[in-house]
Each structure stands twice: as C-alpha cells, then as structure tokens.
C-alpha cells in the first residue's frame, strides 16, 4: 500500500494530501523552494558561498529543499529584496547591513566610519551577544537574521584624480549605499555624495552621472569598475558585514528540524565565505594594480580622513542608540586589549 501510495505521489506530486491520509507528517513531506538573491555577481565570495549553502542544503534536506540562486540584482536590489522578504514573495536575500539600517536603526553601528581597525575585530563583534541581538530584531520587521558574512572593507574609487588627503575628495560625486550615515560620511569628508542601488551603478560610472564609488577589492575588480574608473585609494573608511536572512512569511512554513538546519548550515558557511572572501579581497588588490592607478596611504594618511568623519558619530549617536554605539565600541576595545 505504501508503495502504491508512493507512486501516486510521485505521479501527482500531491504528498501533503496522501501523507494526510496514512497519518504521516504532512509538513515533512512537503517541498519547498528557496528563491535567493543577491546584487554581486556569480564571481564573488558572496555568490560562491550561496552556492556551497545551496548544496547542504539540498543534500540534508534531503531534496526537500530546492534552492535557486539569482545575482547581479535579478530579483531587485537590497532594498527591494528586503521588501519582497518581508511580504513573503521572495524567500532569502544576502544585504549590506547598510541598507538594513532603514529597517532595523541598530543596524547603523556597525557602518560607523572606521569602527573596525581589522577583519578579526569585526568577527568578534558580530559573533558576540550583541551582533546576535541585532540579528533577533530583525524578527520585528518579518526578517530572520542566519548569520553574518563579510562584504569587506570599503575603499573609494573615482574617475577624476589620485586621493591622498580628503582634500582631494572635494566636489567628488560620490555613489553611496542607501544609508544616511554613509551620505553623512562622505558630506564631512567634502564630497558630493548621492545614494544608488548597486545595479545601476555601472552605468552611472559609465555616464558620468557618478565621479566615483566605494566597494572592497574584489567587488571592484569582479564587477570591472576599473574599466569605468582610473583611481583607487585604500580608504578602508567602513566595514560592510552582509546580513544571509531568510522571510518569516516562509520560516514560519517549514518544519522545525528545516529550520534548523537552515540556521545551522548558514552559520557552517559563515566560515568557507569569510575566508573566501578574505583570500579573494588580497588577491584582487594585487591584481588592480595592473589595472588602476592605486594610491596605498600610510597610516598617518589614513587619520586626516578618519578626522574628517568624526562629527558623524556624534550626530547618529542617539539615532542609533547611545548604548549601542557604547557597548559595540567596548566590545572593539576588548578586542584590541585581548
Ligand atoms: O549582493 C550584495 C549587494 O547587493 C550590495 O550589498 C553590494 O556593497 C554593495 C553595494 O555597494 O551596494
């Protein structure tokens, strides 16, 4: 009986119904499909790692999970993926936690300018009690937070002139994320700054409608900004961690050892994804320098620009929660006294 069953099943697709009537779980027999989108390319450290993810996935679901991934901002940017999460009609997006700063304020600690002094820094932080407590929050807003993977420190880009000292950075029309903060960045530090989505960004370097942007090394190199763009100088002004979240419209479906092998796997990759991504940024630095003229600042270089920015933590202080900024710039502390 049950193998007559099975094949019906396999037939009608209809398991729900016929595993309804033997009594088995209806909802562990159940398929389902995971839609996830990202604005990087297929090349990146990002797109690498939703691939490994893909195939745990589907092997310890043992194919009750299927999993499609989309790049380069085929399903929207960010911002609109966030949105598509939230209603339900798009099941994982990978964002920059700038843009997730419009949905969850927290969020904007960790796109305060040179928060960071290193990658490990940022691990610590991210992986404590109070990244993880960011991550929860999101829950309010019809999001689950799976872990933290690494965009990378960002470095500018222009088409105009070398950029040693912010000086040089005056009248630059400068892309930014679609975050306050990093507008407030680049104001204080003279440029004329305007927020876009990643996808149309290209073609804005390639119009002139943008003088220059800032992305890490491998982005720069992987989406051949140097093609549209001469200079690059290693600003490293912030660190960008990404955000792997899934829609609590689709969470709330799945049975509970699906959800949990989503969180676990998610977190498992953490690891292929950082290190990757770290590899790839080193890599990509070396090799830019056959394709753009690269300015490399010294240490005392690097503090006129970090001067530049310091009126920025004053004015998001209490935006982003005064206790926040303080625990998160303690936990940096710690870090560093370690
Ligand atoms: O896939 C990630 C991208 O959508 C975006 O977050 C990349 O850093 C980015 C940017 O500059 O928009």
């Known amino acids: 009986l049950v193998l007559v069953a099975g094949s019906i099943l396999a037939i009608t697709g209809e398991a729900e119904a016929i595993f309804g009537i033997f009594g088995g779980d209806e909802k562990k027999e159940k398929t389902y ?11 990146s450290a990002q797109y690498k790692a939703l691939e490994k993810w893909k195939q745990m996935v589907e092997k310890r679901s043992d194919g009750r999970i299927k999993m499609e991934l989309y790049h380069s901002s085929q399903l929207g940017d960010d911002r609109e993926m966030m949105e598509a999460l939230q209603l339900g009609t798009q099941e994982v997006t990978c964002p920059s936690t700038a843009p997730i700063g419009e949905f969850v304020e927290g969020f904007k600690v960790f796109d305060l300018p040179f928060l960071f002094p ?3 820094a940022a691990d610590y932080v991210l992986d404590s009690k109070i990244g993880q407590n960011l991550l929860k929050k999101l829950e309010d807003e019809g999001m689950i937070g799976l872990a933290y993977w690494e965009n990378g420190f960002r470095h500018l880009t222009n088409s105009k002139r070398p950029v040693k000292t912010p000086e040089d950075i005056k009248g630059l029309k400068v892309r930014t994320m679609e975050n306050p903060m990093h507008l407030a960045a680049w104001r204080e530090m003279g440029a004329n700054p305007t927020p876009m989505a990643f996808g149309e960004l290209f073609s804005a370097m390639q119009q002139g409608v943008v003088d220059g942007q800032e992305n890490p090394w491998g982005t720069i190199y992987l989406q051949n900004f140097y093609e549209v763009q001469d200079y690059v100088t290693n600003t490293g002004h912030v660190y960008s961690p ?31 994804q950082r290190r990757i991504n770290r590899e790839m940024n080193a890599e990509y630095r070396k090799k830019l320098k056959e394709k753009m003229n690269v300015t490399i600042l010294s240490s005392e270089q690097k503090s006129a620009f970090k001067k530049a920015v310091q009126p920025v933590y004053d004015e998001y202080k209490e935006e982003i929660g005064a206790d926040l900024v ?5 936990k940096v502390e710690e870090y560093q006294q370690q």
């Open 33 to 43: 499909t995971i839609r996830a989108g990202i604005g990087l390319n297929d090349k």
């Open 118 to 120: 290193n990658n490990e």
């Open 242 to 272: 990404f955000v792997l979240m899934v829609s609590e419209k689709f969470y709330d479906k799945l049975p509970s050892d699906l959800q949990t092998m989503l969180r676990k796997t998610a977190k498992e990759v953490k690891e292929y």
């Open 326 to 330: 303080d625990s998160v710039l303690q």
